[in-house]
């Protein structure tokens, strides 16, 4: 998005008191009204707010991989191999991956967001335990390049010098034991865990949690 130079924002599901995946509550709180939304790894299931977001006459995107039996929703763009297999040359990529695949065809020559986006694929693709095969696998070797050049961004960057002070190679089971849990757990302590996660990793400036509040340092 700071690429397209897009004005956007981040609506990240509070974990206890929206649970998991996308709502229509979630969609009222914005007030723009020309809008495209995307969702990434929770929308496959979401045909009350995609109906709700063409009303409004949005363009939507889905970015997901999971499997779901029944019809899709109504969207502009579905991107999900697992509901298209058929059409796909590998349908083993978490939504990270998938997100990866889609900024390598947007920007193949800029190696510079490659690979702060590869940095960020490697992560998601150990993390959530998808098979190491393929192109999933060429993703996760490439990644650990990019993370152990510190090609990530500083937010990525200062997680990795708090997280291996004197651990100068990550591997993908620093990935699986060590990054990720830390990555995942705020999510699972607050209620808006996901989101402190996400300003730690993106927004490239510290923050800090107490139990009942977020705020930055």
């Known amino acids: 998005m700071r690429k397209l130079g897009a004005n956007y924002s981040m609506v990240v599901p509070k974990r ?11 969609i009222d709180r914005i007030t723009e009204k020309k809008v495209l939304l995307i969702t990434v790894d929770n929308g496959i299931t979401g045909h009350e707010v995609f109906q709700s977001a063409k009303q409004r006459g949005w363009e939507t995107i889905i970015i997901d991989h999971h499997t779901y039996d029944g019809d899709a929703p109504d969207v502009d763009v ?40 590869l940095s960020f694929a490697a992560i998601g693709t150990v993390a959530d335990v998808v098979p190491l095969l393929e192109d999933n696998r060429r993703i996760v070797i490439e990644g650990l390049k990019c993370l152990n050049d510190r090609k990530g961004n500083n937010g990525l960057g200062t997680l990795f010098d708090l997280l291996f002070v004197e651990h100068p190679e990550i591997t993908s089971t620093d990935i699986a034991f060590t990054v990720g849990p830390n990555i995942n757990t705020p999510g699972r302590l607050y209620d808006n865990g996901g989101e402190f996660a996400i300003k730690n990793l993106l927004f490239r400036k510290l923050c800090c949690i107490s139990a009942d509040s977020l705020y930055y340092s």
């Open 16 to 26: 206890f008191s929206e649970g998991y995946g996308i709502k229509k509550s979630m």
């Open 78 to 117: 579905l991107t999900d191999p697992e509901y298209d297999a058929e059409g796909s040359d590998f349908d083993g990529y978490c939504a990270a991956g998938l997100t990866y695949k889609l900024i390598e065809y947007m920007y193949p020559d800029d190696r510079e967001l490659i690979e702060e986006v």
